[in-house]
T-cell receptor
Framework: AQKVTQAQTEISVVEKEDVTLDCVYE???????LFWYKQPPSGELVFLIR??????QNEISGRYSWNFQKSTSSFNFTITASQVVDSAVYFC??????????????FGQGTILTVHP | DADVTQTPRNRITKTGKRIMLECSQT?????MYWYRQDPGLGLRLIYY???????NKGEISDGYSVSRQAQAKFSLSLESAIPNQTALYFC??????????FGPGTRLLVL
């Protein structure tokens, strides 16, 4: 069975601080995909990034960066110089590439990030 | 225009009523999904469909049914709504190995 754990239920920071959101996953599959989604107060789910299990290169996109480590089954997300607009719920998700779980996303419980001015 | 649309966006209904939530997409994706979101539980998969003739139960399908009327349309029905089905419902689509793209959500309140 697949499982995604986001141990941080809520994080509160002051604007311009860096913040890291943790994500730990469990799967027996050798090929899988990891995702991060953002859910702002308006409620929609915004896709941020997809990562393949065979590509452990870290990725940076503007103020966002992702650290994927297979050895620790983690896919952490860092926001540099946070801004009030980053306030949202962030979800980490896992999807297998085959078998009976093919195509289905397993979500973590989400981390509520609040950035104060 | 949005790629994935859901109607209605908000709905209040009474226990025992049958309701339908509709989802349409213009992305041309074969795969469609229904999730529900509850506070502290993240999103959980209700049903998914890989094409018009392929419908599968997710982890919490009891009390729900679906219909894939066309490649672009996937409806979720609550045959007899109950209060613990109060939640935020999301439809999503995906194509092959790409990310799932979500609709704006439907807030359902069952009284």
């Amino acid at each position: 069975a697949q499982k995604v754990t986001q141990a941080q239920t809520e994080i509160s920071v002051v604007e311009k601080e860096d913040v890291t959101l943790d994500c730990v996953y469990e799967t027996r599959d050798t090929t899988y995909y990891l995702f991060w989604y953002k859910q702002p107060p308006s409620g929609e789910l915004v896709f941020l990034i997809r990562r393949n299990s065979f590509d452990e290169q870290n990725e940076i996109s503007g103020r966002y960066s992702w650290n994927f480590q297979k050895s620790t089954s983690s896919f952490n997300f860092t926001i540099t110089a946070s801004q009030v607009v980053d306030s949202a719920v962030y979800f980490c998700a896992l999807r297998s590439a085959g078998g009976t779980s093919y195509g289905k996303l397993t979500f973590g419980q989400g981390t509520i990030l609040t950035v104060h001015p | 225009d949005a790629d994935v649309t859901q109607t209605p966006r908000n709905r209040i209904t009474k226990t025992g009523k049958r309701i339908m939530l509709e989802c349409s997409q213009t992305k041309g994706h074969d795969r469609m999904y229904w999730y529900r979101q509850d506070p502290g539980l993240g999103l959980r998969l209700i049903y998914y469909s890989f094409d018009v003739k392929d419908i599968n139960k997710g982890e919490i399908s009891d009390g729900y049914s679906v219909s894939r009327q066309a490649q672009a349309k996937f409806s979720l029905s609550l045959e007899s709504a109950i209060p613990n089905q109060t939640a935020l419902y999301f439809c999503a689509t995906s194509d092959s190995y790409r990310a799932q793209y979500f609709g704006p959500g439907t807030r359902l309140l069952v009284l």
